[in-house]
């Protein structure tokens, strides 16, 4: 992976198979440019290290409700 720390992947092209491998190759993964409310929540509650997106407010939120729901969960 070119000697790099992440790859940034563009949402689409971004499967559960690619984040593995990239994992597996020691680094992290971030995807871009995430907008879409679905996409942010599976991204988001997802493995990836990272998402870039316009929508921050909506992100944040998001996060925030998949993190308390995590902690409800244990």
């Known amino acids: 992976y ?5 790859l940034c992947v563009k ?6 198979q690619v984040v593995r491998e990239i994992h ?8 871009w440019t995430v907008n879409d409310g679905p ?3 599976r991204f988001l509650a ?4 990272g998402v870039i997106t316009d929508e921050v407010a909506l992100a944040m939120g998001m996060r ?3 993190r308390l ?4 969960a244990e």
């Open 64 to 66: 925030d409700t998949i």
């Open 46 to 49: 997802g493995e990836v290290d």
């Open 69 to 72: 729901a995590a902690r409800t």
């Open 11 to 16: 949402g689409s092209a971004l499967t559960d």
């Open 39 to 41: 996409d942010l929540r």
């Open 2 to 6: 070119l000697g790099c720390d992440c």
């Open 24 to 31: 597996l190759a020691g680094k992290k993964v971030l995807v």
